[in-house]
């Protein structure tokens, strides 16, 4: 079953401009990661941020969590064509449950 | 090596074969699991083995049969599949037998069932 939901469930940006996807969920988490994977091949982690965490950067990535909204937020900055992609949340409490994804498009 | 290989890349099989699915990892990693991905959706956990025993199986019927030899190695058998088997199968190490640490995929291995 699916515990996270994301949105936007596509987005489309030019390249150069700041992409924002976000994840909600329902239940209490451990910690909440986001992975990135390039058109049905395997996962890439990208970022963890754990439950007593409220903000967290990783070069142009920057993950923000809000457990009393139970939603947290991947903010892409100057993107790049490389950069489009599906991007996942992932909370874990017992086992790890993935959002719904967000199809990323940049345009050159 | 930071790697998890998966084994083959493709496999096409009918509902009567017998398949098997291979993972493996290098990091020492003591959890690994199978998910499976449906094109469009986000991946499904299907089972967990921690420190070699299953520890999760997410009620995947039984014509899919898990094997963890060792501690690097995992296998995913497959007997008298559906159709609607054919998927993205993953699979992801991780390093502690807990759910809170970073997990790492393999490439995944694209089933088609006829």
């Known amino acids: 079953s699916q515990q996270g939901e994301e949105d936007p469930q596509a987005l489309s940006i030019q390249e150069g401009e700041n992409a924002t996807m976000n994840c909600s969920y329902k239940t209490s988490i451990n910690n909440l990661q986001w992975y990135r994977q390039n058109s049905g091949r395997g996962l890439v982690h990208l970022i963890l941020?754990?439950?007593?965490?409220r903000e967290k950067h990783s070069g142009r990535l920057r993950v923000t969590l809000d457990t009393s909204k139970k939603s947290s937020s991947l903010l892409i900055t100057a993107s790049r064509a490389a950069d489009t992609a599906s991007y996942f949340c992932?909370?874990?409490?017992?086992?790890?449950?993935f959002g719904p994804g967000t199809s990323l498009s940049v345009i050159p | 090596d930071t790697e998890v290989t998966q084994t083959p890349k493709h496999l096409v099989m009918g509902m009567t074969n017998k398949k098997s699915l291979k993972c493996e990892q290098h990091?020492?990693?003591?959890?690994m699991y199978w998910y499976k991905q449906k094109a469009k959706k986000p991946p499904e956990l299907m089972f967990v083995y921690s420190y070699e025993k299953l520890s999760i199986n997410e009620s995947v019927p039984s014509r899919f049969s898990p094997e963890c030899p060792n501690s690097s190695l995992l296998n995913l058998h497959l007997h008298a599949l559906q159709p609607e088997d054919s998927a993205l199968y993953l699979c992801?190490?991780?390093?502690?037998?807990?759910?809170?640490?970073?997990?790492?995929f393999g490439p995944g291995t694209r089933l088609t069932v006829l």
């Open positions: 992932a909370t874990t409490y017992d086992k790890v449950i």
């Open positions: 941020i754990r439950s007593n965490e």
């Open positions: 990091m020492g990693h003591r959890a």
């Open positions: 992801a190490s991780s390093q502690g037998g807990g759910s809170r640490d970073t997990q790492y």
